[in-house]
């Protein structure tokens, strides 16, 4: 496998249920990143993580809680989600910060919450 | 503040037709420019980029010029193809904080055969 990969594609949850998001690739990369989409808005930063440390959190909720347990790997722990939480939650990657303002995307999760 | 504007979509043109969509930026400093483009069902991916006023990005046919006075980049291509249906993103950096890209709310473009 090649660049980006975020498993799984889709998820449909209710609001109780603890799940998570998986994030890997292959690129040699070291900062890591979550975004959510949302219909008509612009991306919204979640969090970074640079050489496995997470040096971005941009005031997310509590109930979503990042692990990067190495620069390759890169997981959201989803718990007691609101419907509004729905969205598509993109994974991206980049050799180190955004100097040159290239991400490399994964295809993304898509996300409802009951 | 820093933010990006993009023209609401959806934008529908027919195959061959010639394409702009606007996008204005506010920022303080000297950001880089880039327009991201999303396909159906996939991630994002650079389509292309501009550093400096005056430069011009170009990828696939698309281009886009880095205008300092009117503080745009619009992007453009001078004929379409039903291949490039897609949601188009314009985003700038600042350079001072490595990890933000500052993202307009995305263009959807459908174009019909």
């Known amino acids: 496998e090649t660049g980006v990969t975020q498993t799984p594609r889709h998820l449909v949850m209710g609001m109780t249920n603890k799940k998570s998001l998986k994030c890997e690739q292959h690129?040699?990369?070291?900062?890591m990143y979550w975004y959510k989409q949302s219909a008509k808005k612009p991306l919204e930063l979640m969090f970074v993580?640079?050489?496995?440390?997470?040096?971005e959190n941009n005031s997310v909720p509590s109930r979503f809680s990042p692990e990067c347990p190495n620069s390759s790997h890169l997981f959201l722990h989803l718990h007691t989600l609101q419907p509004e939480d729905s969205a598509l939650y993109l994974c991206?990657?980049?050799?180190?910060?955004?100097?040159?303002?290239?991400?490399?995307f994964g295809e993304g999760s898509r996300l409802t919450v009951l | 503040g820093n933010s990006v504007t993009q023209m609401e979509g959806p934008v529908t043109l027919s195959e061959e037709a010639f394409l702009t969509i606007n996008c204005t930026y506010t920022?303080?400093?000297?950001?880089?420019l880039f327009w991201y483009v999303q396909y159906p069902g996939e991630g994002l991916q650079l389509l292309l980029k501009a550093t400096k006023a005056d430069d011009k990005g170009s990828n696939k046919g698309f281009e886009a010029t880095y205008r300092k006075e009117t503080t745009s980049f619009h992007l453009e291509k001078g004929s379409v193809q039903v291949s490039d249906s897609a949601v188009y993103f314009c985003?700038?950096?600042?350079?001072?904080?490595?990890?933000?890209?500052?993202w307009g709310a995305g263009t959807k473009l459908i174009i019909k055969p």
């Open positions: 991206a990657s980049s050799p180190v910060g955004v100097e040159n303002g290239e991400l490399f």
């Open positions: 920022a303080t400093g000297y950001p880089s």
């Open positions: 993580y640079n050489f496995k440390e997470q040096t």
């Open positions: 985003a700038l950096t600042l350079g001072d904080s490595n990890y933000q890209l500052i």
């Open positions: 690129l040699g990369h070291n900062a």
